[in-house]
Each structure stands twice: as structure tokens, then as C-alpha cells.
């Protein structure tokens, strides 16, 4: 299946995209998206557990993960 | 009764945030101003340009109104944020808080602000007089805990 991955601010600098689009097998977390994540070039600038959203809600790394999610990796927020 | 959250990219009007909360019934109305200052951790800023998850701001702000109103029994709250790029001394984010008495409204105008802080998903990006941009971690390292 195919999710769609966010990344803002920071994120999207270090690891050159704002959005990328992710291939997973069913049933995969928010934690196995993270990982799919980790052989990219720049991810090693992410922390090891980000904050994440799933669907534009705050989400657990076991949050279960479906087709056409819009997955989110959070930088630290600065608002205000 | 007025509830209000709105991300904006033109400059706020103060004026009229304040009038979104003022009522017959509200003696006490507050405004809290963000505004983007010159000097921060010892570095000459020009500028912030601010970026956000919109839909997930939105979506946050609209929660943070309706926490407020249901926490407190406050009818009266707008929050306005701005977005995109900001000089010094633009007001970057306005809160404003009606209610009958004075303490529930500064309660309220403070518990707003902080929510706002810790999980509206809004980043700045300062810019620096030497020409250098950087994007401003308040944590100061990685977030572990997601927000409740």
C-alpha cells in the first residue's frame, strides 16, 4: 500500500522533500513508516522516536497505518 | 457568543480581533500580542518567516477555542495567527478574551497561548543580520511525547 509522508521545516530541509510517497506492506505502523524512512539520505538528522500525526491528529509510533493515509513527521513547533 | 481561529498571511489588526470578544456582557476583555522581537538567545534577528501543517493548525487552533470554552465557560475567544514572513515588531499571533470578570479572562488568555506553544503545528524560521536562516527549536532537542 502507499501512504503519503509530510515533512515541514527542518524535516523538509534535511531530508529535501516535503512530501514523499512511501510503499509499505498492510498492517504497518506509524513506527514501520519512520523506518521506511531511515535509508534516506538526511534522515539521520531526524531524533530517533518524532513526533508524528496521522490524518492531521497526533498518533502513537503503533498507530496502524492504511492506504491513502497522510502520514506527518512533526518538527518541534515554534508557534506563538 | 464568538469563537474564532484563523491562520492569516496579511498583517493582523489588533483592533479588530479585540472586537470579535467584546460583548454587552464582557467586562473584561484581553489581548494577548506575539510580536517578533530583534534580539533572541543573544542573535540580531531581521525577520521570521513562519510555516505551518495548515490543516492540522487549523484543525489544532479550532480545538484549543473549543478546550477554552468548555474548560473555562468562556464564549469569547479568537486566536489569529500569522503566516509567511514577518520584520521585526509584526505581530505574529493575537489573542483575544472576553468574559464578565477579569480573572477568568486572564486564565483564559494564558492557558490559550501556552496550548498554542505546545501543539499547534506552526514553525519559524529566524533570519539572522549576517544573512543565515535558521529554523528555531524551543525544546532545544527531540520531542518524545506526543502531545494529549
Known sequence: MTITLLLFASYADALGASSLAIELPRESTVGDVISALRSRHGAERLPPTPLVAVNERYASLDSVVREGDEVAIIPPVAGG | ?148
Open chain 2, 1 to 148: 457568543m464568538t469563537s474564532l481561529a484563523s491562520l492569516v498571511r496579511e498583517p493582523i489588526d489588533p483592533a479588530e480581533v479585540i472586537r470579535m470578544v467584546s460583548t454587552r456582557a464582557n467586562g473584561a476583555v484581553l489581548l494577548f500580542i506575539g510580536a517578533v522581537r530583534q534580539v533572541n538567545d543573544g542573535r540580531d534577528v531581521t525577520g521570521i518567516d513562519y510555516a505551518a501543517y495548515e490543516a492540522m493548525a487549523q484543525r489544532e487552533l479550532e480545538a484549543i477555542v473549543a478546550e477554552g470554552i468548555a474548560r473555562f465557560g468562556t464564549p469569547d475567544v479568537a486566536i489569529v495567527h500569522r503566516l509567511g514572513e514577518l520584520a521585526v515588531e509584526e505581530v505574529s499571533v493575537a489573542i483575544a478574551v472576553g468574559h464578565p470578570r477579569r480573572d477568568t479572562a486572564y486564565a483564559v488568555s494564558r492557558w490559550v497561548i501556552e496550548e498554542l506553544k505546545r501543539r499547534v503545528p506552526i514553525w519559524k524560521r529566524e533570519h539572522y543580520v549576517d544573512g543565515t536562516r535558521e529554523w528555531v527549536d524551543p525544546t532545544g532537542r527531540a520531542r518524545e511525547e506526543a502531545p494529549t
